[in-house]
């Protein structure tokens, strides 16, 4: 029978049972510390099977200790014994390439996004032989999907170059490879050098790239329409009730054309020193675009020698056999004897859920520890409706009580989704998830990265990456309260790259705080569909590119209504306010959607500063069909810097009103304020009014933005107003 202790438990209470446990513990702990040459012989030659050792964990002779402290050893290994190894003799430091954010000058957007201490470089910002490519914002393109909406496409023997800005031991790089001619993707080689020397290969792959075709999207480029009986805006038609039937071109819709990859360069580079990206003379991919690159100096791998190291349980750390069971007994282990999990570096295969409750997984570092696995197709249909599973851990559900003090840190998790299937569980972080957090993990290739379903309480999420996802970065998915997400960079999302999704029941008391979001391919960089008590602070948004917007408040897809008070605080955006497809329109950086339900409680946008703006900066909108039922009304705009609109600081396109005060802005494109209010045009004027609170300044070709002649509420509706694109953000002056 299992020993079963009290969570809180002190060790001194000596039943037999704890007894025990402590005993195990502490003979644990010693093996622990015997098993450094092991797992330095290991790290050393990654072939080497540990079957032998680590069948039996417990009570086997265990090599005698060395005296070379474990951290050498991984140092060693991991090429820290040469971490401040200078560059090549005589190397002249060049002109650092530009450091950015999200493409912009870091100083404009100081002290919001995240900050998870990597630099930022574009490739277009870069010395490079290849095709810098013309900013667009046009979805399906290469260059509306790149950071900047620009990037540098190789041709076979070309390059792009980068000049390290700071120490780096560490490179992300961001880049898009053709996919196969019948979809599914290829792999490509990339060339990295540093000064011309230190050659090494990256294998790009396109395998997780190149969606096609209308939702939930497919991987095959010659594939007709999904959805003949679907209205369809490239025809503005059904196509099934049309005659002659129309005929798309292929690849219909192609997008999420990029990935990225990171590398460990084995040795630390000096500020100054050069990074060649090169397509190689016979690479396949014809073309290879690069968009950004990313350096770092990663710290030296953790190690906790307390905890319950999953290779005392039989896990494999080359990645050739699965880990799953193993990581399960360090698991029961740990939860017994009230010690974390460590999960040392290495690859570990795991091609399932880890149920997580009540315990503690540490790894050595997101660049080190790597929780990688297949998808696997299910042989019948889980109850979930999940038709697959792969690698992700997940709290119990909420249906089952949820899952409590759960707390993983310091590892990847690398997936393996290629197709987007709502009703399968293949996200990176799953379940419910109280008391709770998740820091320093790197999601990569999962279908959400974190994917919440509650009813929970009091989730922490800090200084994660999520990247390169099939749909969301992270979900808080009905009834998910008082929990923060703060200071994670979220890039290249399938969908809405954070969103609190108050399905049937209200997400509440919630916080998405100083992250950074970019490109999402679909969707909106932060969103909040219903839900009470909400705030969104200090947050970075770029580059959204269609179907969605940097921030959206949308009363949508069987979300409660809003409540209480939702807080839109010192946030920058930059070139949002996208074009909406289907309406064929200019959108807002900040979009507020009244599609369900009107939009009535106290929603206080202030500090943000909106800038690049495509079309709008701000848009009310309910949509036609509704736009009699439904009004947006309790909304406060203050304190905001607008710079650069393509069309109006203002879009009102529903019955309501909203405030105004210190709204600033320059290089408007349009009229100040496109006013239609819910469309009767009526003798009254607009039934959307604006309330000026003063210090509402600035404007552009038109004048002020907010004259008194537009107040309150004259029509001044234009759905397609010319398009005037912005300059460049940049400072705003003092005062
Ligand atoms: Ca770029």
Redesign the pocket.
């Known amino acids: 029978m299992a020993c079963l202790v009290p969570v809180q438990a002190p060790v001194t209470v000596l039943t037999p049972c704890t007894v025990r446990i402590t005993q195990e513990a502490t003979q644990l702990t010693q093996e622990i510390l015997q098993t450094e040459k092991v797992i330095d012989d290991l790290l050393k030659s990654s072939h080497r099977p540990l079957d032998s050792r680590t069948t039996a964990p417990y009570g086997s002779v265990m090599p005698t200790p060395t005296t070379k402290p474990l951290a050498a050893s991984f140092a060693a290994v991991l090429g820290f014994s040469t971490l401040i190894a200078a560059g090549p003799a005589g190397a002249s430091p060049a002109a650092a390439t530009k450091v950015t954010r999200a493409?912009l000058d870091p100083s404009l957007v100081a002290g919001r996004g995240a900050d998870l201490g990597f630099a930022e470089q574009?490739?277009?910002n870069a010395v490079t032989d290849g095709t810098v490519l013309a900013p667009s914002t046009d979805a399906y393109s290469l260059a509306a999907e790149?950071?900047?909406?620009?990037?540098v496409t190789l041709k076979p023997g070309q390059y792009v170059e980068f000049t390290l800005p700071a120490a780096a031991n560490a490179i992300t790089v961001?880049y898009s490879i053709p996919d196969a001619p019948a979809g599914g993707g290829v792999t490509a080689p990339l060339e990295v050098s540093v000064n011309g020397h230190d050659h090494r290969s990256m294998t790009l792959t396109s395998q997780y790239a190149w969606l096609y075709n209308e939702y939930p999207f497919s991987n095959d480029p010659a594939a007709g329409p999904l959805h003949p009986d679907w209205w369809t805006t490239e025809c503005g038609c059904v196509p099934d009730q049309t005659t002659p039937t129309p005929v798309f071109g292929t690849p219909f819709r192609p997008n999420h054309f990029y990935d990225e990859q990171r590398l460990l360069l084995g040795r630390t580079y000096r500020a100054g020193d050069v990074i060649r990206l090169s397509a190689p003379a016979g690479t396949n991919a014809a073309t290879t675009t690069i968009?950004?690159m990313d350096s770092q100096l990663v710290a030296p791998p953790k190690i906790d020698l307390r905890a319950a190291n999953v290779l005392l349980f039989g896990a494999d750390p080359t990645g050739r056999r699965d880990s799953a069971q193993a990581i399960d007994r360090a698991i029961a282990f740990a939860h017994s004897a009230h010690v974390p999990v460590y999960i040392p570096p290495g690859t570990y295969q795991v091609n399932r859920h880890i149920i997580v409750d009540d315990v503690t997984i540490e790894g050595a570092g997101n660049w080190y520890t790597v929780i990688k696995g297949h998808q696997v197709t299910l042989s019948s249909p889980a109850p979930d409706g999940s038709v697959h599973t792969g690698v992700g851990f997940y709290g119990k559900d909420a249906s089952a009580g949820g899952s409590h003090n759960v707390h993983l840190s310091g590892f990847a998790i690398e997936g393996d989704v290629r197709m987007r299937i709502d009703t399968d569980q293949v996200n990176g972080i799953g379940g419910a998830l109280s008391d709770s957090s998740i820091e320093g993990l790197y999601i990569h290739h999962t279908k959400v990265g974190m994917w919440l379903d509650g009813p929970m309480n009091n989730l922490t999420i800090t200084g994660n990456q999520i990247a390169d996802q099939i749909a969301d970065g992270i979900n808080f998915h009905t009834g998910v309260t008082g929990s923060v997400v703060r200071n994670n960079f979220i890039r290249n999302t399938g969908d809405d790259g954070l969103a609190m999704w108050s399905e049937k029941t209200a997400d509440s008391g919630d916080t998405f705080d100083h992250n950074t979001v970019q490109t999402p391919v679909l969707a909106n960089g932060i969103a909040l569909y219903g839900g009470s008590d909400l705030t969104v602070s200090d947050n970075l948004v770029a580059d959204p590119i269609r179907e969605g917007s940097a921030l959206q408040i949308g009363s949508r897809f069987g979300a409660v209504p809003f409540g209480g008070t939702v807080n839109v605080a010192d946030n920058t955006t930059v070139r949002a306010g996208t074009f909406e497809l289907n309406w064929k329109i200019g959108l807002g950086a900040i979009w507020i959607y009244a599609l369900e339900h009107s939009i009535d409680a106290n929603i206080q946008v202030t500090g943000d500063n909106f800038l690049d703006n495509t079309y709008n900066a701000i848009m009310m909108v309910s949509d036609f069909p509704v736009k009699d039922l439904y009004s947006i009304t309790d909304v406060h705009f203050a304190n905001i810097h607008v710079d650069g609109t393509g069309t109006s600081v203002v879009s009102a396109r529903a019955a309501g009103g909203a405030t105004f005060q210190n709204v600033q802005a320059r290089n408007v494109g349009a009229v100040g304020v496109n006013n239609c209010g819910s469309f009767h045009f009526t003798p009254a004027g607009s039934e959307f009014a604006l309330t000026d609170l003063g210090g509402n300044t600035g404007g552009g070709t038109t004048g002020p933005w907010l004259a008194s002649w537009e107040l309150p509420n004259t029509i001044t509706c234009d759905d397609r107003p010319a398009v005037v694109a912005p300059p460049a953000p940049s400072a705003w002056p003092a005062g």
């Open positions: 493409a574009e490739a277009e790149a950071s900047g909406r620009s990037a961001r968009d950004l």
